[in-house]
Each structure stands twice: as C-alpha cells, then as structure tokens.
C-alpha cells in the first residue's frame, strides 16, 4: 500500500511538472510571431452580408471590432440599430501562417424591447501583409426559443483604426 501511494505521488508530480513545461509552449501557439501586432487592436469593417446560395447583398454595414491580447473580441454594428442589438462578444485564437479563428455572439430585441433572439457569427480571418484583414464569415440566427430560423454569409474587409479614420 505504501509502494501504491509513492508511486501515484511521483506519477502526479511527473504530470505536473511536463503541464507546466508545456505551458509557455502552449501559449506561444496562440500568438502571432514575436513582435507582430497581428489582429490585436480596433479594426475598422466594410461588411457584406450574403445570401450564401446566390451571393445577394442583404445587407452592407460598417461595424468596429477590439481584438484583445486575452483572446477576447468585443464588436459593434451600426445596424440594426443600437436599441435593436446588444455589442457582440466573443473570442479569437491564432492559427498560424496569419490565419486566426472568431466567433462572436449577440443578443436582438423587437421593437417593443421584448427578447427577438441571438445571432453567432463565426469567422476565419488572414492577416494580409498590408495590415488589413480579410474575413469570410457565416451567420446562423436563432429565435427567442434557440432555434436556428437563418443563415447567411458575409464578407468583411478591415483596417486597422488608427484614432484619424
């Protein structure tokens, strides 16, 4: 029993130590190269939103978005109109090559201010060597209830706000 005991003690502090080895490897994976800003900061869109089987415009707005160094997203549309809409929350992550992941979320209302549904878009996002941003993105809308009703597809492209745009 004692043997027993010691044994599952060094397996722990084993696996321990190889976590904590790994773990600035881990997070380097997340991040672009050393001294590259990447997506992090506020970005400025020109949105199209697409019917995905014909590629209709339905829609063309000029939202902002904060990626954050935590991995974090913050977005905010002009459209529907900020009484219809919450700001949208959500998360990133690198990829690799200048290819990074977001999928973000936000809550609609109905006119009279009662709970419409929720909206995730998600995102694949390149990092051009300009510093702009090319997204493709696809947008499923559920109803109050959680039940997806749409979706669609759109187009973002992206430059970074400097404070003189």
Request: net charge positive; aromatic share 8%; charged share 10%.
């Amino acid at each position: 029993m004692q043997y027993a005991m010691e044994t599952i003690r060094k397996q722990g502090f084993l696996a321990l130590a190889v976590s904590l080895a790994l773990a600035p490897v881990m997070a380097m994976a997340q991040q672009p190269p050393a001294g590259a800003l990447g997506i992090t900061g506020t970005w400025n869109h020109v949105l199209t939103v697409r019917n995905c089987a014909t590629g209709a415009v339905i829609a063309v707005s000029n939202p902002m978005s904060a990626y954050l160094e935590s991995g974090a997203a913050i977005e905010m549309n002009p459209l529907p109109g900020a009484a219809l809409r919450t700001p949208s929350l959500g998360t990133w992550r690198y990829l690799g090559n200048q290819r990074y992941e977001l999928s973000i979320k936000y809550f609609r209302y109905n006119a009279d201010g009662s709970f419409a549904g929720k909206t995730i878009i998600d995102s694949d996002i390149t990092h051009l060597p300009n510093d702009t941003l090319a997204q493709v993105a696809v947008v499923r809308i559920f109803n109050a209830a959680g039940v997806q009703v749409a979706s669609g597809c759109a187009t973002l492209s992206s430059t970074r706000f400097t404070g003189n745009d």
